[in-house]
């Protein structure tokens, strides 16, 4: 199975600042990257599939961008509503995985 | 708008069975690819499930597989997950999700100790 490595496991951030988020694959996953974000008590929220592409109503300063095994979710000015767990998940290979996730907290 | 109501979570004791049901509405449920996703208290999100719309294809995580089976009946537009032989590694909230994750529903908490 595909491996899925985040870093950091947590970023203590202001808002304002920018978010660099990591993941790395145990073997390549072309661009089948997808990013989630999730807070306290409810379901994950869709951000990025495809390793860059923007999900429905997804605001712009979330980007995605990668391929193969490195990829990075940046969030340009965090807001505070963005003070939340991020997963990667692959979608290349089947089982599908998750990364154990990045949490960003504030500062 | 899409809505995805899981149920069927509960305390079951180990070793034992619990079928897990997924309603869909606010969708063609029959043209959507689905999967199931569990998250044990305070830890991360593991895929468990995968089944095409058309039944024909169905994928499993190695830590569910050949206890637990997806199924679906489009007629009514609901998703289940049959799962035997629980474990107390199994306890998590469970979610089920359309196709490409987009939509998920509220999760369902699934409880296994004795």
């Known amino acids: 199975e595909i491996v899925l490595t985040q870093s950091p496991a947590t970023l203590s951030l202001s808002p304002g600042e920018r978010a660099t988020l990591s993941c790395r694959a145990s073997q390549s996953v072309s661009f089948y990257l997808a990013w989630y974000q999730q807070k306290l008590g409810q379901a994950p929220r869709l951000l990025i599939y495809d390793a860059s592409k923007r999900a429905t109503a997804i605001p712009a300063r979330f980007s995605g961008s990668g391929s193969g095994t490195d990829f990075t979710l940046t969030v340009s000015s965090l807001e505070p509503e963005d003070f939340a767990v991020y997963y990667c998940q692959q979608r290349y290979h089947w089982p599908l995985t998750f990364g154990g996730g990045t949490r960003v907290q504030i500062k | 708008e899409v809505r995805l109501v899981e149920s069927g979570g509960g305390l079951v004791q180990p070793g034992g069975s619990l079928r897990l049901s997924c309603t869909a509405s606010?969708?063609?449920?029959?043209?959507?690819?689905m999967n199931w996703v569990r998250q044990a208290p305070g830890k991360g999100l593991e895929w468990v499930s995968f089944i095409s719309s058309g039944i024909t294809t169905t994928h499993y995580a190695d830590s569910v597989k050949g206890r637990f089976r997806i199924s679906r009946d489009n007629a009514k537009k609901a998703l289940y997950l049959q799962m035997s032989s629980l474990r107390a590694d199994d306890t998590a909230v469970y979610y089920c999700a359309t196709e490409g994750f987009d939509d998920w529903g509220q999760g369902t908490l699934v409880t296994v100790s004795s």
């Open positions: 606010g969708f063609t449920f029959v043209n959507f690819n």
